[in-house]
């Protein structure tokens, strides 16, 4: 039995933008919490465990909300170029912070440009990969739920 709620229209749209922004700040903290531990060298499986299960637990199921329902975002479109500066941007962080952290820890200039580098382009061509991906799998979605199960009834009718 649903309980009925002490909000109005108005206090509910405020109390779900309330969790929105709550799920953002949980998910880019524990991000943040990740990389700060693993710039300081406590970076191990042992130490960032509990982090890391609770990320990819929001992540996995924000992107199955997601995908079930046939949303990507509110601003960006589901493309090629978004994709491509998507990925470059996460690379070049990603790329940028490794070089950083490798030369903290070696001390060693031209191998922090080239562990940064090499980074920047596996990160960039993992990224691309996963979001081609993950585009195609939501336009298959998206036109699934557009066409609706009424479709397949009129069709097969159609068709006897």
């Known amino acids: 039995m649903k309980k ?45 465990g509990g982090e890391l299960v609770v990320m990819l637990i929001q992540s ?18 589901p493309n090629f170029t978004t994709n491509l500066i998507i990925s470059l941007i996460t690379g070049l962080g990603l ?25 920047f382009l596996s990160t960039t061509g993992a990224v691309l990969l996963l979001l081609s991906l993950t585009t195609a799998a939501y336009k298959r979605r998206k036109k699934k739920l557009e066409d609706g199960p009424d479709d397949d009834e009129n069709e097969m009718e159609k068709s006897s």
Do not use: P, T
Request: with cysteine.
């Open 4 to 48: 009925k709620s002490n909000l109005d229209e108005m206090q509910e749209k405020k109390l779900l933008k309330i969790e929105h922004n709550a799920c953002w700040i949980a998910f880019w903290g524990l991000f943040a919490a990740i990389y700060i531990q693993i710039a300081l060298g406590n970076g191990g499986i042992e130490h960032l």
């Open 60 to 77: 996995v199921y924000i992107y199955a909300g997601c995908m079930k329902n046939g949303i990507w975002d509110r601003k960006l479109n």
């Open 95 to 119: 790329g940028i912070f490794w070089a950083l952290v490798s030369y903290h820890r070696y001390h060693a200039l031209a191998g922090s440009l080239a562990a940064g580098i090499f980074i």
